[in-house]
């Protein structure tokens, strides 16, 4: 295009040369309309080329951010998935020990007692990951999304998951405060063994028959219960959002690559 003016140029120069003085008057009016024209058209191409690479500068941002926070909450659902079956084993765990009836009891074997009595003090709590979205938010190029479900989602993530922790250190803390109740009549290397058998055989009896009587065992049993069961609910909630970000993540990214 550019090109083309200039040809138009040079000839409309060629052309006053034979002209008389009025025909070039109106020989050097288009020239300058033609001049005007190709500086207009060359700031549009460069506005135009200027615009472009920003928009495929932001687009490569805004994925590069888009796949680091689909690897972090990928893990994070993993991870989800792991703290989530445990809380549910302690929760069955807890159920089938106050149910137990006398004569239950009486037939359950040693080695079922032990695995109980171990599922109820699992441990395993939800550690967010989530550098990539922070360094997003802080950076603004969070902003660069245009899924305005998927963003409000990010926003929000962080207190859904706060939420979340808030449950499960009241149960942290109450299971750890509760070890007395456990320690006076069965021994931690006698149940632990079932999951780390290098740990041996303890030297001290274990008293499971006392454990199963004491109305603080009943307590505890009760309380495990409805404090994991709590944590399990507000973990169901962040798994749920965690699988929704993800999808939207996935849409996003899917978006420039034809699928």
Not at 58 to 73: G, I, S, T
Not at 126 to 150: M, P, T, V
Not at 237 to 259: H, R, S, T, W
Request: aromatic letters at 8%; glycine letters at 4%.
């Amino acid at each position: 295009m550019i090109k083309f003016f200039r040809q138009m140029r040079q000839q409309v120069l060629k052309e006053n040369s034979n002209k008389s003085s009025s025909g070039r008057a109106g020989r050097y009016l288009k020239y300058a309309i033609g001049e005007i024209i190709l500086v207009v058209i060359g700031i549009l191409i460069a506005l135009q080329v200027n615009t472009w690479n920003e928009n495929r500068k932001n687009r490569n941002k805004k994925d590069a951010l888009l796949k680091a926070m689909q690897v972090e909450f990928k893990n994070n659902l993993s991870q989800l998935d792991s703290v989530i079956y445990y809380d549910k084993l302690i929760v069955k765990s807890c159920e089938r020990l106050l149910h137990m009836t006398e004569a239950a009891f009486s037939a359950t074997p040693i080695d079922t007692m032990r695995i109980l009595i171990q599922n109820t003090s699992w441990l395993w709590t939800f550690d967010a990951r989530n550098g990539a979205l922070r360094s997003g938010i802080s950076s603004g190029e969070i902003h660069l999304i245009k899924n305005d479900s998927l963003v409000n989602f990010l926003f929000s993530w962080q207190d859904v998951v706060a939420d979340a922790k808030e449950n499960e250190d009241r149960t942290l803390d109450y299971r750890l405060a509760s070890d007395p109740i456990l320690e006076r009549f069965v021994r931690k290397v006698d149940y632990r063994r079932i999951h780390r058998p290098e740990m041996g055989i303890s030297k001290h009896e274990s008293n499971y028959t006392a454990l199963m009587n004491d109305p603080l065992f009943e307590d505890y049993l009760a309380e495990r219960l409805g404090h994991t069961a709590d944590a399990l609910i507000e973990l169901l909630i962040v798994k749920e959002q965690n699988q929704a970000i993800l999808e939207m993540i996935d849409v996003e990214l899917n978006k420039f690559n034809g699928k």
